[in-house]
């Protein structure tokens, strides 16, 4: 059987738990709060409770443990994380090993945080993993939240709280998080000490007090970019490169963030010049119509950034961005430091000036920078 984490959220285990739950998708956020459920209603004394990672054991001491007997308890709960990293011979062995677990047990698998490219193409879980565990047992997943359930979702926490917020608060703080309940546990949080006794949030308390997700801020750094203002694009750049960690590890993922924002502005421009007619030029991923219809908040930014920015200017931007990917791998010459590589790139791009000839919109295609 396979559900939604909100549905099994609402019901929750049952009267007879399956032998076997998969837990994957990359809402992080409902991925914890469903292996809590699983914890809370199955694990009922913690000596007969085993985590363990598969990138840390070998799939024996894992078939081990999930055939062991329980001895306080009516059935030993075992917990595997990290899944996606299992050998082939490996995921062969649990696969079979499913259908032969003994009744006392509770094995339950879930993914390490799934990147959006493994999400794409459902990489993450090895396919036979996957059949066994929906034939014999539950598949939950865990998929990122549309902006309709995002808001349900944060109405019960703040309802929780006994808090209420202004639908300007909402707006601003769905944004902030990226629709992401595990960004927003936290700083919702942070708004409920903040506030205090004072029942209402405002957009101001959320402006104060929300840390931005790398996204956002890559979102305003795009922002800066549209309006040629070289001083806030790199102040913004600044901030993200000094709160990320080592511009070897943030500067590829940073290029990849501005890529795919560029992609979504080029779709928008040209949805706005040539109405639906342009989703037949959409690339799957990222796709503007498929995002829009989850998160509908993002829309109206992304217009006002491509109305700044023409197709021969986006056209550039791509231009801009392959050359500074090619440079930071070494394949073209020139000064491949990560963090000279996205300043110069910063600055390239508040400099886009249309060319006197115009490329086709077709060819208009952002370059990998995976």
């Known amino acids: 059987m396979a559900v939604n984490a909100t549905e099994f959220l609402n019901k ?3 009267k007879t738990p399956a032998r076997v739950y998969l837990v994957h998708g990359r809402e992080e956020g409902q991925k914890h709060a469903v292996l809590q459920r699983l914890r809370d209603e199955l694990v009922a004394d913690d000596f007969d409770r085993a985590h363990l990672d598969a990138q840390e054991v070998d799939v024996s001491t894992i078939l081990a443990e999930a055939m062991s007997i329980p001895a306080f308890s ?5 917990f595997v994380r990290g899944i996606q990293h299992l ?3 490996d995921v062969d062995n649990l696969a079979d090993t499913v259908s032969r677990l003994p009744e006392s047990t509770c094995l339950i698998l ?10 794409r193409r459902g990489s993450a879980v090895p396919a036979k993993l ?13 998929k990122p939240l549309s902006t309709t359930s995002f808001g ?23 944004f902030l998080t990226a629709a992401s309940t595990a960004a927003a546990e936290p700083e919702l949080q942070k708004l409920v000490w903040y506030v205090g006794e004072r029942t209402l949030i405002g957009r101001e308390d959320v402006e104060m007090v929300v840390s931005r997700t790398v996204e956002a801020q890559v979102f305003k ?7 040629r203002d070289t001083a806030s694009a790199m102040r913004l750049l600044q901030d993200v490169l000094s709160s990320g960690g080592r511009a070897e590890a943030v500067v590829p993922r940073l290029m990849v963030l501005i890529a795919r924002q560029f992609r979504l502005l080029w779709q928008m421009r040209l949805q706005i010049e040539y109405g639906d007619e342009a989703a037949q030029w959409f690339p799957s991923d990222p796709n503007l119509a498929q995002l829009l219809a989850r998160q509908r908040f993002l829309e109206r930014n992304l217009r006002e950034q491509a109305l700044r920015l023409s197709l ?3 056209n550039l931007a791509f231009d801009r961005l392959h050359q500074a990917d090619r440079v930071l791998k070494g394949i073209d010459q020139g000064d491949s430091d990560p963090r000279r590589v996205i300043e110069r790139l910063v600055v390239d791009l508040c400099n886009l000036r249309s060319p006197t000839t115009r490329r086709s919109m077709q060819s208009a295609v952002a370059p990998d920078t995976g």
């Open 74 to 78: 009516p059935r030993r709960v075992v």
């Open 130 to 142: 996957l059949n066994a565990a929906e034939k014999l047992g539950v598949v939950i997943e865990c």
């Open 12 to 14: 929750g285990v049952g």
């Open 110 to 119: 879930y993914t390490h945080a799934e990147s959006e490219e493994e999400d």
């Open 87 to 89: 050998k082939s011979a």
């Open 312 to 314: 021969q200017e986006l």
């Open 152 to 174: 349900t979702w944060m109405d019960g926490r703040l309802r929780e709280a006994g808090k209420e917020m202004t639908p300007e608060a909402k707006e601003r703080f769905t």
């Open 221 to 227: 750094l795009v922002d800066a970019v549209a309006l």
